[in-house]
């Protein structure tokens, strides 16, 4: 594929594997234009662009997974899967057929993916996804986004600003400090969850303990959070900022600066910043153009 890739692609998010690998889940600008559901699948492996074909489908979440097998996994809204390993890849279909896929997460090596009505699924294996029982509550929460310790302790958090958790038998609601979409949610070092949303709203914590962050005057939605080499960074649509003791400081980039941002990956001490036209990697003392 020929760069830049942003001039007929739409990216969408991308999960990295290793240093210099990224794959990215991305629309063709034509089709997105004409809303013909679809999805391009991309590889960014060592320096290199290639195409991974197209789907005609909506991919909406994507992960790497460590258990059973290491292999990406791609899912679109109504539950299609798409996975990739050394050269091989194969197709599924979670069933019952979800309602509306949102997230997906990596909890202790396995890929969870969640969604609308409270729809929670683990992977087990190439060909089985276990749908995790919803709540007992009649008002079902709409999921977007998913994290975790373990099959007993995976957190889900999303629309009214509700935080679950489910502890391998039920799930139980264990924060409520605010009402706005919550939109992602990372693990830090330090063994807290951090989930961030619109209006600025960021809070942490575990189990039943749970406190609001402090950002100041900070309003903008966020799109994103990651904990990178012992600090917290956090996306918007329009930029990128790390949190410091004084707050929320705009990450500085050179001249080339990226214009779009909205999900965070890392591995291997690489931290990636995808937006819709752009797509960058930071080795943690400079950020790099990949498209």
Same mark, same amino acid.
């Given at each position: 594929m020929e760069k830049p890739i942003s001039k007929s692609t739409v990216f969408i998010t991308g999960a990295a594997r290793f240093h210099d690998l990224i794959y !990215?889940?991305?629309?063709?600008?034509?089709?997105?234009? /004409?809303?013909?559901?679809?999805?391009?699948?991309? #590889?960014?492996d060592g320096g290199k662009f290639g195409h991974m074909g197209d789907r005609n489908w909506n991919a909406h979440a994507i992960a790497i997974a460590k258990q059973p097998t290491e292999r990406l996994v791609i899912i679109g809204e109504s539950g299609e899967v798409f996975t990739y390993?050394? #050269?091989?890849?194969?197709?599924? /279909?979670?069933?019952?057929e979800p309602s509306a896929i949102r997230s997906a997460g990596v909890i202790d090596g396995y890929v969870y993916a969640c969604g609308m009505k409270h729809e929670v699924y683990r992977r087990n294996s190439d060909d089985s996804w276990i749908a995790i029982p919803k709540?007992?509550?009649?008002?079902?929460a709409d999921l977007e986004a998913i994290g975790g310790f373990g099959e007993s302790e995976v957190y889900a958090a999303g629309w009214s600003g509700e935080v679950w958790l489910w502890d391998g038998i039920s799930w139980s609601v264990v924060s409520a400090l605010t009402n706005r979409i919550l939109t992602s949610m990372c693990i830090?070092?330090? #063994?807290?969850?951090?989930?961030?949303g619109q209006g600025g709203v960021m809070i942490r914590g575990r189990n039943q303990q749970w406190s609001k962050m402090d950002l100041g005057e900070y309003?903008?939605?966020?799109?994103?959070?990651?904990?990178?080499?012992?600090? !917290?960074?956090?996306?918007?649509?329009?930029?990128?900022?790390?949190l410091s003791e004084n707050g929320p400081e705009a990450v500085q980039f050179s001249d080339d600066k990226p214009n779009t941002f909205y999900h965070l990956s890392q591995a291997e #001490?690489? !931290?990636?910043?995808?937006?819709?036209?752009?797509?960058?990697s930071f080795n943690g003392d400079n950020w790099s153009r990949i498209d």
């Amino acid at each position: 594929m020929e760069k830049p890739i942003s001039k007929s692609t739409v990216f969408i998010t991308g999960a990295a594997r290793f240093h210099d690998l990224i794959y !990215l889940i991305g629309r063709d600008k034509d089709l997105d234009v /004409q809303h013909v559901g679809h999805s391009r699948l991309i #590889g960014f492996d060592g320096g290199k662009f290639g195409h991974m074909g197209d789907r005609n489908w909506n991919a909406h979440a994507i992960a790497i997974a460590k258990q059973p097998t290491e292999r990406l996994v791609i899912i679109g809204e109504s539950g299609e899967v798409f996975t990739y390993a050394a #050269g091989k890849s194969t197709s599924r /279909q979670i069933s019952p057929e979800p309602s509306a896929i949102r997230s997906a997460g990596v909890i202790d090596g396995y890929v969870y993916a969640c969604g609308m009505k409270h729809e929670v699924y683990r992977r087990n294996s190439d060909d089985s996804w276990i749908a995790i029982p919803k709540p007992a509550q009649q008002a079902l929460a709409d999921l977007e986004a998913i994290g975790g310790f373990g099959e007993s302790e995976v957190y889900a958090a999303g629309w009214s600003g509700e935080v679950w958790l489910w502890d391998g038998i039920s799930w139980s609601v264990v924060s409520a400090l605010t009402n706005r979409i919550l939109t992602s949610m990372c693990i830090t070092d330090r #063994g807290e969850v951090v989930i961030c949303g619109q209006g600025g709203v960021m809070i942490r914590g575990r189990n039943q303990q749970w406190s609001k962050m402090d950002l100041g005057e900070y309003k903008d939605d966020i799109w994103d959070v990651a904990w990178y080499k012992d600090k !917290l960074y956090f996306s918007t649509m329009t930029n990128l900022y790390c949190l410091s003791e004084n707050g929320p400081e705009a990450v500085q980039f050179s001249d080339d600066k990226p214009n779009t941002f909205y999900h965070l990956s890392q591995a291997e #001490g690489v !931290l990636w910043s995808i937006g819709a036209s752009d797509v960058f990697s930071f080795n943690g003392d400079n950020w790099s153009r990949i498209d």
